[in-house]
């Protein structure tokens, strides 16, 4: 199995919305709607931000949203705000097990 | 509130099996229908999910580690291990235990997400 692609890095100024794409094939994103989005500051664990392509745990922003289309998922930040600057993974089930994203760096300018 | 923490040697020499340990607190591990996973990080890349537990023992490894990696709980210590064998330099890492949450309906998964993670402990492999 191969790694999700996303892009390396995307930025935007306070108060822009971005978009992270996600990129699989058709054995996992394409196949499953289990994707989840974790969000990661340097030096600390990844955070549960998306699951189940676009759900939102308890105590996530709803500035924060998922969405796919065929083999592709996206995160969706609005209204970005300093602390979002961060690294975020994707992941997706690909049949008995679990496939992460190579990370996405976003810079709030 | 579940807590995981990760433990284990810093250092492990090439071709030596790495050990970890991952204890649970704030709940069981055998509560709740929950698997437990350990996931990877080398220093500046991406997660690389490594296998994970079910408390019955059932196991699950990602294909590409499958051949190395051992991974067993203990369910009266609240805990749950890995095992790592011929370890190079592309091993070194940090190295995550998350809880493992998925819904199954009619043996497919339906929702899935890890949360809890611990906060990780780096292990370099070197003689």
């Known amino acids: 199995q191969s790694a999700l692609t996303q892009p390396a890095s995307v930025s935007g100024s306070p108060g822009q919305s971005i978009t992270i794409s996600c990129t699989g094939t058709s054995s996992d994103v394409g196949s499953y709607n289990l994707v989840s989005w974790y969000q990661q500051h340097p030096g600390k664990a990844p955070k549960l931000m998306i699951y189940?392509?676009?759900k939102r745990p308890s105590g996530v922003s709803n500035r924060f949203s998922g969405s796919k289309s065929g083999n592709t998922a996206s995160l969706t930040i609005s209204g970005l705000q300093a602390e979002d600057e961060a690294d975020y993974y994707c992941?997706?089930?690909?049949?008995?097990?679990?496939?992460f994203g190579g990370g996405t760096k976003l810079t709030v300018l | 509130q579940v807590q995981l923490q990760e433990s284990g040697p810093g250092l492990v020499k090439p071709s030596q099996t790495l050990s970890l340990t991952c204890t649970v607190s704030g709940g069981s591990i055998s509560s709740g229908s929950y698997y437990w996973s350990w996931i990877r990080q080398p220093a500046g890349k991406g997660l690389e999910w490594i296998g994970r537990?079910?408390?019955?023992?059932?196991?699950n490894y990602n294909p590409s580690l499958k051949s190395r990696v051992t991974i067993s709980v203990d369910t009266s210590k609240n805990q749950f291990s890995l095992k790592l064998s011929s370890v190079t330099a592309a091993d070194t890492a940090v190295y995550y235990c998350?809880?493992?949450?998925?819904?199954?309906?009619?043996?497919?998964?339906?929702?899935?997400?890890?949360?809890?993670w611990g906060q990780g402990t780096l292990v370099t492999v070197s003689s």
């Open positions: 992941c997706s089930y690909a049949g008995s097990s679990w496939v």
């Open positions: 189940e392509v676009s």
């Open positions: 998350a809880r493992d949450i998925v819904v199954v309906v009619a043996a497919t998964p339906t929702s899935h997400w890890f949360d809890p």
């Open positions: 537990i079910y408390t019955s023992g059932s196991t």
